[in-house]
């Protein structure tokens, strides 16, 4: 129900702080877009920034603790669920503070967003993802812009999961709004190795 508060979360540090980055994709203050095809790996990742972050773990990147809220639009929180334990073999830990509302747009659960992000003092927002924002067509300029201003409404600091269009890997889906909102821009690129092994890349492609 738009502006309910899921139960009550706990989280593992009584001590909040602001978050400095997880270099250098997740900058203080700042939105963050990473973009691939389906398939190509962007949960899972989004999902590992997220853990690292929420404990200040350094194992994949160097970060500064901060709370975090992870908004999953897309899959099933069974789904999650597998993909968290499989991410806690490798981090330590599987929990996480997360909305899941698949079937609802960013715009259906914008105020619940909010007040989860002030009860649980939350320095970071993730999103997954863009195509289920719930504002128009992504590839008109205000649509897209009225994304973007509720994704900095929400949380000063966000990294937001989106897709590519098929003929175009090189970009994100939808208006070039986008790109100008995001302060960075990172492209997962992947690879098979083979059936059981994928190897992921992050590229940088556009940064302020």
Partial sequence: VTGSIPDAWTPPAKERKAVEKLSPIIVRGGGTILFAPPKA???????????SIQYGINTLWPVTQANVLYVNLERSEDQMRQRLLALGEILGTADLNMLH?????????????????????????????????????????????????????????????????????DHAYGSIMADAAADVLVQLVTQRESRSTLGIGLKITGAN
């Fill in 41 to 51: 790996g962007k949960t899972f990742i989004a999902l590992a920034m997220a853990l």
């Fill in 101 to 169: 509302r698949r079937g609802s747009t960013l715009a259906d659960v914008e105020e619940t967003i909010k007040a989860m992000v002030e009860r649980d003092e939350v320095a970071v927002l993730f999103v997954d993802s863009l195509s289920r924002a719930g504002v128009g067509d992504l590839n008109e300029n205000q649509p897209m812009n009225r994304a973007m201003d509720a994704l900095n409404r929400l949380c000063p600091t966000w990294d937001l999961v989106a897709h590519t269009p098929r003929a175009d890997q």
